[in-house]
């Protein structure tokens, strides 16, 4: 389970705790600033993670819980695989057991693309069949969805202009905000091809967003848990801070012109969406045949090997690839090739203007209407709750 998938786990727990539900999460210590601010009692397993299938079912049973909601289907999944437990022994307990699936496995399919290595799921996960499918980014077609989209975040006139200031952004100046999760950041990657992936983006992205800035002014934020390399070239048109809370993470949000991401399943989209910010997805897919511009060239050498993303560094190009098609989630945010130089620039050119931002707001919002008119998270999670009591 990763930060933006426990965040998804912490907003079906609260929705359950409105309507009266008792909620007893369960999660690794790395993620309990996601968590300590729910209305829930938390609940470590670090050490519990080699045998998280008796750890689970003996919690549930000694608190007498009436559910297990696994967050989320393919990050338990795999934990089971890595120990050798049985998942479908699992599934078979006498408490009703439901997934959230981020990733609506069913039609990603097993197969996942961590560049060069690709990992199998078994066949035994798709017995997992009481889903929540939360949208975005999943289709909103799909079975077993919900709006999973935050409520609507809209700060102030005076608010937001307050902590733009103290952000030391000029009236004049556009703020893009640029979140990345640990997973993100070469340290995190266990593979040399990916840790190179890695440390190869940023010099690229600051590169454009450093002649971007010869333009039009603006400034940089990252919310991450360490600088990026590279960024040196901005001066102090770049800022980092390290991981927020999420109240606080939404109000910086909120107070951007542009989310700027190179993962097109990122829980902050979903937030960007919410708050009415345009948003700018990077992807690498296909890669094309080796650039003649220096800063592209330069992607290539420390990179080695690149190959094709849409989750950066990871890849899942394959995965996603069945996900995204005909998916009108693309419609409300803006994609662009990495190693496109004028088509980055023209993109950041067009969101950071007044009439580009307007026009993607509208695409947005017509997206947003379609999500908000899924079932709620306790309203598809009692559904399922009663199917699986059946």
């Known amino acids: 389970m990763g930060f933006g998938e426990a965040l998804l786990g912490v907003k079906l727990a609260t929705a359950l705790h409105a309507a009266g539900d008792q909620i007893l999460f369960l999660a690794p210590s790395g993620l309990q600033k996601a968590i300590t601010a729910a209305p829930v009692r938390y609940g470590r397993i670090d050490l519990a993670l080699s045998r998280l299938d008796e750890a689970i079912l003996e919690t549930a049973q000694s608190q007498a819980c009436d559910s297990i909601v696994l ?40 197969a996942w693309d961590y560049f060069p290595e690709t990992f199998q799921l078994g066949q035994d996960v798709l017995q997992a069949v009481h889903r929540m499918v939360p949208v975005p980014f999943v289709r909103p ?53 990916r840790q190179r992936m890695a440390a190869a983006l940023p010099p690229l992205v600051f590169h454009y967003l450093k002649t971007a800035s010869d333009r039009r002014p603006l400034r940089v934020l990252h919310v991450g848990p360490e600088p990026f390399f590279g960024a040196e070239v901005m001066g102090d048109r770049y800022r980092h801070l390290p991981q927020q809370p999420a109240s606080e993470f939404a109000r910086l949000l909120s107070a951007s012109d542009l989310l700027l991401s190179f993962n097109i399943a990122a829980t902050t989209v979903m937030s960007a969406l919410a708050a009415r910010v345009p948003v700018l997805i990077g992807s690498l897919d296909p890669v094309p045949e080796r650039p003649t511009f220096a800063a592209a060239q330069a992607f290539f050498e420390r990179s080695e090997t690149p190959y094709p993303f849409r989750a950066w560094p990871l890849s899942l190009s394959r995965l996603l690839q069945p996900v995204l098609h005909q998916n009108p989630y693309l419609d409300a945010v803006c994609g662009v090739p990495v190693l496109d130089e004028d088509a980055f620039l023209a993109s950041l050119h067009d969101l950071l203007g007044e009439e580009g931002a307007a026009a993607q707001r509208l695409r947005q919002q017509r997206y947003v209407d379609q999500v908000r008119a899924l079932p709620s998270p306790s309203d598809k999670f009692y559904s399922l709750l009663a199917a699986a009591r059946r």
Not at 81 to 110: C, H, K, M, T, Y
């Open 141 to 193: 077609s799909a079975a077993g969805t919900y709006n999973a989209l935050p409520a609507p975040i809209a700060l102030p006139a005076d608010e937001r202009a307050e902590l733009r200031s103290m952000l030391g952004i000029a009236p004049e100046e556009r703020l893009i905000f640029w979140p990345s999760a640990a997973w993100q950041h070469p340290s995190q990657q266990l593979h040399p091809v």
């Open 71 to 110: 967050i989320d289907l393919v990050a338990v999944y795999t934990f089971f695989g890595i120990n050798n437990r049985r998942f479908d022994q699992f599934l078979r307990s006498d408490i009703p057991i439901l997934a959230l699936d981020v990733w609506n496995v069913p039609e990603a399919g097993l």
